[in-house]
């Protein structure tokens, strides 16, 4: 078995593990949990030391479960390439995190709770490296059950039921009409092995049928304007760890499901609907980012911050040149690193005070210097400053569009002005200005804990930033590779 095969199956032996604990035994609970999902992170950062970036080959190829292989025509084939690769390691520097995120804030149903993310890990990771088209359907669904837990059963406030039902059913809906898509693909090339489908080709009129059914399983999930309405609410309800993990893998899914599937499979369908994508991606950048302004809750902020710089991702993948996507998952790690750690100071404030709005909260610097660092930093990585991580990837990303359009990428780029607005209106309010007297008596700064979370996140953001051509020549190949199977050279 490889290495990946190990990746994927140690937290579901880590979940049977738990289920063994009793559950009053709290500390076992969160020890096992936290070393389970710390020898995984550590497995897969052995998946890009061994990783041959030389290649765009999928890498760490295995069945797994080949007991259901040989009894059936589903083939449960895992593997990695340059594209995927950072998507699997970011997912298990995330869950230890939500492990330690609920330490000490979770109360109730912490078996339960480790579980779910252990779960939901191995779900993660196996849609991420599944080659069949049909199992990645399946693993893409079944993210939705722990999450709905997630945000379900500890959730923050009375609201996190009807939170948790949206979720579900705008990205289970949306996800329907692929379903349908992979059937009709299955009937017509026999297989929906990725690569006998990469090989199929596909009539004009059947590749704009098949791309508008799966974009509108990954619009939602990404997402774009105007399914976007699910996100600010389920990142309000959630606990602190759910909008960790929400904001930094789940969103990718769907950006990931573009650039695996949408352009390689169906070429033609994507040049014709790059219009489409380009102006639902600049309303999601202008439009967000003006309602962020408006919004008085931290984490509402945050959300729609995010719906604006997922609008980024989108214009760099369908600017269909090798600058615009290698831009577009740089872009995606970095807020698989931004985002979650604005969660988290977020989530501290939160742990504090037990409010989310604006208002309450003024001269932090004063009263809790560490967290108004953290926060000036992360602030700064938001709207993307020379240095940081988020800088390298909108640089790209708007090299890549004016490269095709220079129009797209004019108005594209004023959203970073508005990103500055609120990113830095935020960071005054709650950092700097006068102290509310009736909150002074209870501030206390980070924890010894939440100081060590929030460190490795500092590390990756100005690594990405400062040097990420380790980055950049592992994502390059396979890049490369996803233009020449779709015969996309435009620009390129």
Known sequence: MSLL??????????????LFLPSWDRRSILVTSLGISSITFILSLFLWVLFDSSTAKFQFTTDLFPFISKSSSLHFLIGLDGISLFFVILTCFLIPICILVGWSSIQVSIKEYCIA??????????????LDLLIFYIFFESVLIPMFCIIGIWGSRERKIRAAYQFFLYTLVGSLFMLLAILLMYSEAGSTDLHILYATPWSESRQMILW???????????????????????????????????????????????????????????????????????????????????????????????????????????????????????????????SPALFLLVGCLYDRHKTRLVRYYGGCAQTMPLFALFLVFFTMANISLPGTASFVGEFLVLTGVFQSN???????????????????????????????????????????????????????????????????????????????QSSVFINS
């Open 5 to 18: 095969y190990w990746v994927i199956i140690l937290p579901l032996i880590g979940c049977g593990i738990l």
């Open 212 to 338: 508008l059914a799966f974009f509108a399983s990954f619009a939602v999930k990404v997402p774009m304007v105007p399914v976007h309405i699910w996100l600010p609410e389920a990142h309000v309800e959630a606990p602190t760890a759910g909008s960790v993990i929400l904001a930094g893998i789940l969103l990718k899914l769907g950006t990931y499901g573009f650039l695996r599937f949408s352009i390689p499979l169906f070429p033609e369908a994507s040049i014709y609907f790059t219009p489409l994508v380009q102006t639902l991606s600049l309303i999601a950048i202008v439009y967000s980012s003006l309602t962020t302004l408006r919004q008085v809750d931290l984490k509402k902020i945050i959300a729609y911050s995010s719906v604006a710089h997922m609008g980024f991702v989108t214009l760099g993948l369908f600017s269909l040149n090798a600058q615009g996507i290698e831009g577009a998952v740089m872009l995606m790690i970095a807020h698989g690193l931004v």
């Open 117 to 130: 993310f252990l779960a939901l890990e191995s779900l993660v990771i196996a849609a991420f490296s599944v």
């Open 406 to 484: 220079t129009l797209i990428a004019t108005i594209a780029a004023s959203g970073m002005v508005l990103g500055g607005a609120y990113a830095l209106w935020l960071c005054n309010r709650v950092a700097y200005g006068f102290p509310k007297p009736y909150y002074i008596s209870s501030f206390s700064d980070l924890n010894r804990r939440e100081f060590f979370i929030l460190l490795p996140f500092c590390v990756g953001v100005l690594w990405m930033g400062v040097a990420p051509e380790p980055f950049l020549e592992v994502i390059r190949c396979s890049v490369t590779n996803v233009l020449t």
